[in-house]
C-alpha cells in the first residue's frame, strides 16, 4: 500500500464528515443531545485524519519521523476506543437521556480510572512494545497485545448496538420503538467495518463506514426537523400532504380511511387574554392528549397550522368514527376536570372519508371535513 | 494498489450516494426539482460504478481486455458528459424554475447539440479513434480530438456558473444569495478532484469528490426546505427564534421587531375558502419582498396569518415609514388582482436596545401586545358609524 492509495481512502470520508461538521455547527446548537453529535462528529473527524497520516507516514524515514509515527500511533489507540464510548454515550442518551454527566460519582470513578489503566497501557508501549511497536525503518508492528485496542472498541460499539435493540424490543410507542430500531441499523455498520477491518488485512472499512454511519445519524436528524412540527412534535402539514398525495398517486390509500380535522375553540381568546407562551401551552397540551390516545394506533396525527389538527386513520364505518370523536370530547373534557390550567380546552371537529370517487380530489377531502367542523362550531356558538 | 482498494475507493461514496438518493426520494418528492437532483445522483452513482470498472479493467489483467476497455471506456467518457448537460440542466431551472420566456426555452432547448454532437464522436471512436483509443496491446491513448470531450464538458459547467454569477447580481433577497452561492461552490470540488487527478494519474479523486460536492449541495437544498415555509417562501418561525438569537448576541444596536397579522384572515378562509386564505398570505408575503427585499430585514411567517420581521432601524419614524410603504403597496395588489374581500393589517411592533430590554420574551410580548391594541383599535373605529 502507498500513499496515494491511503488518500484515495480516507479522503472521501474526511471532506464528508468535515461538510456535516461545519453544517451541524453552523445551526445553532439548542439541546445536549445536538452537543454530544456534535462531539462524535469533530472526533470522528479527526481520528480520520490521524489514520489517514498513520498510513502515509509509515515505512517513510525522515529526521523526526520515528517521534512523530510514535505520536500518531499513540493518539490513534487512545482516541478509537473513546470514540466508540462517546457514541455509546449519545446513544445512551438519545434513548434514555442518561449521559455519563449524570453517573454517581462512584460509577464515575469506575469508568475513569479503567480508561486511564487503557491508556497507560498504550502510552508506555513505546519502552514496552506491547501493543505495537515501531522499526528501524519507521514501520508500525502489531505487539502481543495487539487485539485490545480493537476489543476494547469493540465492546463499547456492540454495547451500543444490543442496547438500542433492547430498547426498540421494550418500547410500546410505535414512532420510538420504529426510532430505536434504526439506531440499531445506523450503529451496526461501524459494527461491521471494524469486524471486516479485523479480518481482512487490506480492508480499511472501519472508518469510512463510520463516516457512512454518520451520514445516516445525521440525515436522520435532519429529515426529523422537516417532517415534525417543533413546538408540539407532531407530524407538520408538508408530512401531510406529502403522506396524502404520495399515497393517491401510488392508489395506496386502502377503503375506509378516515381524515379527521380538529381546531382547539376559543383558542384566540387564550392566546389573547393570557399570551403568547400559554397559548403554545395550550397547544402542546392538545397535542400531548392525541398522542395519549392515538400513540399506540396506526393513526398519522399532525398539526394543520395554528390551532388545527388533523389525524388520519382507518375506520370500519361512519359510526365508528363518530364514536371516536366522542371519545376525543371526553378526553378533553377529563382534561378540563383536571383543573391545572387556567384555560379550559375543547375541539370542534369534522370528518371525510377517502373513497375512490373522489381519487383525484384531496383538497375535496381536506375542505369536506372542513367544512364539517366549521358547521360544528357555528353550532355550538349558537347554542 | 491492490483490488480491495480499488473497491474501496469507489465504493464508500456510492453508498452515499445511495444513501441520498433514498432521502430525496423519500422526504422531498414533492419539492420542485428535486426530480432533477435525483437523477443527477442517480448518474454520478452509476459513473461510480464504472470509474471502479475502468481502474479495474485497466490494472488487473484481463481476459478480453481489449474489448472490455474499449466498452467500459465509452460509457466512461458518455457519462462525463451527460453529467455536465445534467447539472448545466439542473442550473437553469433552479435560477429560472418556469419564468422562461419562450425564445429563453426555444434556446435552452438548442443546448443539448453539442451534447448530442460529442456522444456520435464518442459512440463511434472504435471507427474514428478521435477522443480516445485502445491500441494492440490493450493501453489507453488519448486521441487527436481529446480536448474537444474535456471543453464540451467544461463549458457546460462554465456556463452554468456563470449563469449563477450573472442572476446573484440581481437578487435582492439573502436568502437567494445564499442558494446562488451553493451553486458556485458545488463546482469547485470536482475541479479540484479532477486536477488532483492530473497531477497524480493514481489519485482517483474527481468522481468521489463529485460525489462530495452533490452532498455538499444537498446540505443547502435541504436547509432551504427546514428553514423556509412552504407556502410563502419566507423564513419560518423556527428560523425566526434561531434569528432572533443570533441579533441579541449581536453587535447591532437598536433593532425592531415588528408582528404582522392579517386583519379578519378566519373570514376569509371561512367565506372564501382556504384556497383565497393561501393567497391572501401569498399575497402579503409578496408585498413583504418587495418592499423590504433589498435591505437587510429578515423576513418570516410567524405562524398562521402572522408574519414577524427584524428591522434594522434607529427611531419609530422610519418604522412608521416602512409601515405605510406595506400597506401602498398591500392596497395596490389587492385593486389590481380584483379580491372579493380587501386585505388590512395590523401591525405592532417593539424596539430592542441593550441597556433597557431585559430578554426577547418580553420584546415578543411587547410587539405581541402592540399589535393587538392597534387590532382592537381598528375594530372599535369601524363600529363607530360615519
Given at each position: 500500500?502507498?500513499?496515494?492509495?491511503?488518500?484515495?481512502?480516507?479522503?472521501?470520508?474526511?471532506?464528508?464528515?468535515?461538510?456535516?461538521?461545519?453544517?451541524?455547527?453552523?445551526?445553532?446548537?439548542?439541546?445536549?443531545?445536538?452537543?454530544?453529535?456534535?462531539?462524535?462528529?469533530?472526533?470522528?473527524?479527526?481520528?480520520?485524519?490521524?489514520?489517514?497520516?498513520?498510513?502515509?507516514?509509515?515505512?517513510?524515514?525522515?529526521?523526526?519521523?520515528?517521534?512523530?509515527?510514535?505520536?500518531?500511533?499513540?493518539?490513534?489507540?487512545?482516541?478509537?476506543?473513546?470514540?466508540?464510548?462517546?457514541?455509546?454515550?449519545?446513544?445512551?442518551?438519545?434513548?434514555?437521556?442518561?449521559?455519563?454527566?449524570?453517573?454517581?460519582?462512584?460509577?464515575?470513578?469506575?469508568?475513569?480510572?479503567?480508561?486511564?489503566?487503557?491508556?497507560?497501557?498504550?502510552?508506555?508501549?513505546?519502552?514496552?512494545?506491547?501493543?505495537?511497536?515501531?522499526?528501524?525503518?519507521?514501520?508500525?508492528?502489531?505487539?502481543?497485545?495487539?487485539?485490545?485496542?480493537?476489543?476494547?472498541?469493540?465492546?463499547?460499539?456492540?454495547?451500543?448496538?444490543?442496547?438500542?435493540?433492547?430498547?426498540?424490543?421494550?418500547?410500546?410507542?410505535?414512532?420510538?420503538?420504529?426510532?430505536?430500531?434504526?439506531?440499531?441499523?445506523?450503529?451496526?455498520?461501524?459494527?461491521?467495518?471494524?469486524?471486516?477491518?479485523?479480518?481482512?488485512?487490506?480492508?480499511?472499512?472501519?472508518?469510512?463506514?463510520?463516516?457512512?454511519?454518520?451520514?445516516?445519524?445525521?440525515?436522520?436528524?435532519?429529515?426529523?426537523?422537516?417532517?415534525?412540527?417543533?413546538?408540539?412534535?407532531?407530524?407538520?402539514?408538508?408530512?401531510?400532504?406529502?403522506?396524502?398525495?404520495?399515497?393517491?398517486?401510488?392508489?395506496?390509500?386502502?377503503?375506509?380511511?378516515?381524515?379527521?380535522?380538529?381546531d382547539l375553540d376559543h383558542f384566540k381568546h387564550i392566546n389573547d387574554t393570557y399570551g403568547h407562551p400559554t397559548g403554545d401551552h395550550a397547544l402542546?397540551?392538545?397535542?400531548?392528549?392525541?398522542?395519549?390516545?392515538?400513540?399506540?394506533?396506526?393513526?398519522?396525527?399532525?398539526?394543520?397550522g395554528g390551532d388545527e389538527?388533523?389525524?388520519?386513520?382507518?375506520?370500519?364505518?361512519?359510526?365508528?368514527?363518530?364514536?371516536?370523536?366522542?371519545?376525543?370530547?371526553?378526553?378533553?373534557?377529563?382534561?378540563?376536570?383536571?383543573?391545572?390550567?387556567p384555560y379550559t380546552l375543547s375541539i370542534s371537529?369534522?370528518?371525510?372519508?377517502?373513497?375512490?370517487?373522489?381519487?383525484?380530489?384531496?383538497?375535496?377531502?381536506?375542505?369536506?371535513?372542513d367544512r364539517?367542523m366549521y358547521e360544528q362550531k357555528k353550532a355550538r356558538k349558537k347554542s | 494498489?491492490?483490488?480491495?482498494?480499488?473497491?474501496?475507493?469507489?465504493?464508500?461514496?456510492?453508498?452515499?450516494?445511495?444513501?441520498?438518493?433514498?432521502?430525496?426520494?423519500?422526504?422531498?418528492?414533492?419539492?420542485?426539482?428535486?426530480?432533477?437532483?435525483?437523477?443527477?445522483?442517480?448518474?454520478?452513482?452509476?459513473?461510480?460504478?464504472?470509474?471502479?470498472?475502468?481502474?479495474?479493467?485497466?490494472?488487473?489483467?484481463?481476459?478480453?481486455?481489449?474489448?472490455?476497455?474499449?466498452?467500459?471506456?465509452?460509457?466512461?467518457?458518455?457519462?462525463?458528459?451527460?453529467?455536465?448537460?445534467?447539472?448545466?440542466?439542473?442550473?437553469?431551472?433552479?435560477?429560472?424554475?418556469?419564468?422562461?420566456?419562450?425564445?429563453?426555452?426555444?434556446?435552452?432547448?438548442?443546448?443539448?447539440?453539442?451534447?448530442?454532437?460529442?456522444?456520435?464522436?464518442?459512440?463511434?471512436?472504435?471507427?474514428?479513434?478521435?477522443?480516445?483509443?485502445?491500441?494492440?496491446?490493450?493501453?489507453?491513448?488519448?486521441?487527436?480530438?481529446?480536448?474537444?470531450?474535456?471543453?464540451?464538458?467544461?463549458?457546460?459547467?462554465?456556463?452554468?456558473?456563470?449563469?449563477?454569477?450573472?442572476?446573484?447580481?440581481?437578487?435582492?433577497?439573502?436568502?437567494?444569495?445564499?442558494?446562488?452561492?451553493?451553486?458556485?461552490?458545488?463546482?469547485?470540488?470536482?475541479?479540484?478532484?479532477?486536477?488532483?487527478?492530473?497531477?497524480?494519474?493514481?489519485?482517483?479523486?474527481?468522481?468521489?469528490?463529485?460525489?462530495?460536492?452533490?452532498?455538499?449541495?444537498?446540505?443547502?437544498?435541504?436547509?432551504?426546505?427546514?428553514?423556509?415555509?412552504?407556502l410563502t417562501?419566507l423564513?419560518?418561525r423556527?428560523?425566526l427564534?434561531?434569528?432572533?438569537?443570533?441579533?441579541?448576541?449581536?453587535?447591532?444596536?437598536p433593532w425592531y421587531l415588528l408582528f404582522i397579522d392579517i386583519d379578519k384572515f378566519k373570514r376569509i378562509n371561512d367565506k372564501y375558502g382556504h384556497m383565497s386564505g393561501d393567497n391572501a398570505l401569498r399575497i402579503v408575503a409578496n408585498a413583504l419582498k418587495i418592499t423590504l427585499?433589498?435591505?437587510?430585514a429578515?423576513l418570516s411567517r410567524y405562524g398562521g396569518d402572522e408574519f414577524a420581521i427584524v428591522l434594522?432601524a434607529d427611531t419609530d419614524s422610519e418604522v412608521e415609514e416602512v409601515i405605510k410603504l406595506l400597506n401602498k403597496k398591500i392596497l395596490r395588489e389587492c385593486t389590481e388582482q380584483n379580491l372579493p374581500y380587501s386585505i388590512s393589517l395590523s401591525i405592532g411592533y417593539a424596539k430592542y436596545?441593550?441597556?433597557n430590554m431585559?430578554?426577547?420574551e418580553d420584546l415578543t410580548n411587547l410587539a405581541d401586545q402592540r399589535m393587538y391594541q392597534r387590532k382592537k383599535a381598528a375594530k372599535d373605529a369601524s363600529k363607530i358609524p360615519g
Amino acid at each position: 500500500m502507498n500513499i496515494v492509495a491511503h488518500l484515495n481512502i480516507h479522503l472521501f470520508p474526511s471532506i464528508l464528515l468535515f461538510i456535516i461538521c461545519i453544517s451541524t455547527h453552523r445551526e445553532r446548537i439548542r439541546t445536549t443531545m445536538d452537543r454530544l453529535f456534535q462531539n462524535v462528529l469533530w472526533c470522528t473527524f479527526f481520528i480520520l485524519l490521524t489514520d489517514m497520516f498513520c498510513w502515509i507516514l509509515d515505512g517513510i524515514v525522515f529526521p523526526g519521523s520515528y517521534v512523530l509515527a510514535w505520536i500518531l500511533n499513540i493518539c490513534y489507540l487512545i482516541m478509537s476506543p473513546l470514540i466508540s464510548a462517546l457514541w455509546l454515550n449519545y446513544i445512551c442518551f438519545y434513548l434514555r437521556q442518561i449521559s455519563f454527566k449524570n453517573l454517581i460519582s462512584r460509577k464515575k470513578a469506575v469508568i475513569i480510572s479503567l480508561a486511564s489503566l487503557y491508556s497507560l497501557l498504550v502510552l508506555i508501549s513505546p519502552l514496552t512494545g506491547w501493543v505495537c511497536s515501531i522499526d528501524d525503518h519507521n514501520r508500525y508492528q502489531r505487539g502481543p497485545l495487539y487485539f485490545i485496542p480493537y476489543i476494547v472498541t469493540y465492546i463499547f460499539l456492540v454495547s451500543a448496538l444490543v442496547l438500542s435493540i433492547y430498547h426498540g424490543h421494550k418500547e410500546v410507542l410505535k414512532s420510538r420503538k420504529r426510532e430505536s430500531y434504526t439506531l440499531a441499523c445506523l450503529i451496526s455498520l461501524p459494527v461491521i467495518g471494524e469486524f471486516l477491518q479485523l479480518m481482512i488485512y487490506d480492508l480499511w472499512l472501519a472508518l469510512p463506514l463510520t463516516a457512512i454511519s454518520a451520514l445516516l445519524f445525521y440525515l436522520n436528524m435532519q429529515n426529523h426537523q422537516i417532517t415534525i412540527d417543533s413546538l408540539t412534535g407532531l407530524n407538520n402539514r408538508g408530512y401531510l400532504d406529502r403522506y396524502l398525495t404520495e399515497r393517491n398517486l401510488q392508489n395506496e390509500i386502502p377503503d375506509g380511511l378516515y381524515l379527521f380535522m380538529l381546531d382547539l375553540d376559543h383558542f384566540k381568546h387564550i392566546n389573547d387574554t393570557y399570551g403568547h407562551p400559554t397559548g403554545d401551552h395550550a397547544l402542546i397540551q392538545a397535542a400531548d392528549i392525541l398522542k395519549e390516545m392515538f400513540g399506540k394506533t396506526n393513526a398519522i396525527l399532525a398539526r394543520y397550522g395554528g390551532d388545527e389538527f388533523s389525524i388520519i386513520k382507518q375506520c370500519r364505518n361512519d359510526r365508528e368514527a363518530l364514536h371516536l370523536i366522542d371519545s376525543l370530547n371526553k378526553a378533553f373534557e377529563a382534561f378540563n376536570q383536571e383543573g391545572t390550567y387556567p384555560y379550559t380546552l375543547s375541539i370542534s371537529s369534522g370528518f371525510s372519508r377517502y373513497d375512490s370517487s373522489c381519487e383525484h380530489h384531496l383538497e375535496k377531502l381536506i375542505e369536506n371535513a372542513d367544512r364539517m367542523m366549521y358547521e360544528q362550531k357555528k353550532a355550538r356558538k349558537k347554542s | 494498489m491492490s483490488l480491495s482498494t480499488y473497491l474501496q475507493i469507489d465504493a464508500i461514496p456510492l453508498l452515499t450516494l445511495i444513501v441520498l438518493y433514498w432521502n430525496l426520494k423519500t422526504k422531498f418528492s414533492g419539492v420542485p426539482n428535486a426530480k432533477r437532483f435525483q437523477k443527477l445522483v442517480l448518474l454520478v452513482s452509476f459513473m461510480l460504478i464504472v470509474d471502479g470498472f475502468n481502474w479495474y479493467f485497466t490494472v488487473v489483467p484481463q481476459e478480453y481486455a481489449n474489448q472490455k476497455l474499449w466498452y467500459i471506456n465509452i460509457l466512461y467518457f458518455l457519462l462525463t458528459e451527460i453529467i455536465s448537460y445534467f447539472w448545466f440542466s439542473y442550473v437553469v431551472h433552479q435560477l429560472y424554475g418556469e419564468n422562461l420566456l419562450p425564445w429563453q426555452k426555444l434556446l435552452l432547448r438548442w443546448c443539448i447539440v453539442p451534447l448530442i454532437a460529442i456522444c456520435l464522436i464518442i459512440i463511434l471512436s472504435p471507427w474514428n479513434r478521435a477522443i480516445f483509443y485502445i491500441d494492440e496491446n490493450s493501453v489507453y491513448h488519448r486521441g487527436s480530438l481529446h480536448l474537444l470531450q474535456v471543453a464540451c464538458g467544461f463549458g457546460y459547467m462554465l456556463t452554468a456558473s456563470f449563469l449563477v454569477w450573472k442572476q446573484k447580481q440581481k437578487e435582492v433577497l439573502p436568502e437567494k444569495k445564499k442558494e446562488c452561492n451553493a451553486l458556485c461552490y458545488t463546482v469547485a470540488l470536482p475541479f479540484i478532484g479532477g486536477a488532483l487527478q492530473i497531477i497524480n494519474y493514481d489519485m482517483i479523486l474527481l468522481w468521489p469528490f463529485t460525489a462530495a460536492a452533490l452532498f455538499l449541495f444537498y446540505v443547502s437544498f435541504q436547509r432551504n426546505q427546514i428553514s423556509l415555509d412552504a407556502l410563502t417562501k419566507l423564513n419560518n418561525r423556527g428560523k425566526l427564534e434561531q434569528y432572533l438569537l443570533h441579533q441579541r448576541d449581536s453587535k447591532k444596536d437598536p433593532w425592531y421587531l415588528l408582528f404582522i397579522d392579517i386583519d379578519k384572515f378566519k373570514r376569509i378562509n371561512d367565506k372564501y375558502g382556504h384556497m383565497s386564505g393561501d393567497n391572501a398570505l401569498r399575497i402579503v408575503a409578496n408585498a413583504l419582498k418587495i418592499t423590504l427585499g433589498n435591505t437587510k430585514a429578515f423576513l418570516s411567517r410567524y405562524g398562521g396569518d402572522e408574519f414577524a420581521i427584524v428591522l434594522d432601524a434607529d427611531t419609530d419614524s422610519e418604522v412608521e415609514e416602512v409601515i405605510k410603504l406595506l400597506n401602498k403597496k398591500i392596497l395596490r395588489e389587492c385593486t389590481e388582482q380584483n379580491l372579493p374581500y380587501s386585505i388590512s393589517l395590523s401591525i405592532g411592533y417593539a424596539k430592542y436596545d441593550k441597556t433597557n430590554m431585559s430578554s426577547l420574551e418580553d420584546l415578543t410580548n411587547l410587539a405581541d401586545q402592540r399589535m393587538y391594541q392597534r387590532k382592537k383599535a381598528a375594530k372599535d373605529a369601524s363600529k363607530i358609524p360615519g
